[in-house]
């Protein structure tokens, strides 16, 4: 296996933040900055952490506002290394390394959406290298669901995302659990999930992706407890950079036109 390919590794950490400029050329210094400088220092500081790949939104969720401008997804490769950077990052103010700001642009513009520790519960296939786009898919159970819990993960695992993966042409799905919710807004944050790979999300592939997902007649039923889980947030989101661990001389950001 790959460490370095994306979605690749057990432990998968989730920020999705706002940034507040508009001015394009704002926007360029703020995604330089993030590549160039904060996510080396993240990688210096974390040794666990062996990849980053970074997402804008594409086609929010049609029910509100619901998930933050860019996403970044920070790749771990242990559960050593999980824990070690929960663990430092629940220390005391004075206990936790700063970063470099890069006033008046960073931190002062960003706002955190969620910070999310996710584990990956099963994937369709390895990984095929940096999706241009993925939709991510939050899911609960019934609050409810008691005994009929296993019942809902076997489906969910065994039918559901190679089902999904399958209608929509993703060429990966990936389903995930969730380890520990540093931060999220009300009502909280899913208990699972699901990262599907698009190949090619261009605008249009997208809605006719979803088109595809919405018109589907195929879908199998599953217990009792699956239909009535929910779905907190649906987003879509498309590749800016992806950014691995530099292992040897070579080791470069690779950007999104």
Known sequence: MNAHAPFSNRFLYWIALDFAGSDPADVARFNR???????PEVFARHPGFVAAHRYALQLPDSRGDLGGAYLAAYEVESEEA??????????????????TDDPPLWPDLLTHRWRVVYEKVAETSPSKGTPDGIYIIGIDP???????????EEFYTDIHV????????????????LRHALEHPEPGCPRYLAVY????????????????????????????????????WRLWYRN?????????PDGATVRRP
Request: without cysteine; glycine residues 10%; negative net charge.
């Open 142 to 152: 019934p609050e409810d669901v008691g005994d009929e819990l296993a019942a809902f």
């Open 82 to 99: 999980a824990d070690a950077y929960l663990a430092g990052t629940n220390a005391g103010d004075g206990a936790r390394p700063g970063y």
């Open 33 to 39: 900055f993030y590549d160039e400088t904060h996510v």
């Open 162 to 177: 190679p089902e999904a993966t399958s209608i929509g042409g993703f060429t990966r799905g990936t389903r995930y659990a």
């Open 240 to 248: 800016i950079s992806f950014i691995p661990r530099a292992t040897s």
């Open 197 to 232: 790979e698009l190949e090619d999300a261009t605008d249009e592939n997208v809605l006719a992706t979803l088109r595809t997902l919405l018109k589907a007649k195929t879908w199998t039923p599953g217990p009792a407890s699956w239909a009535r889980h929910t779905t907190p």
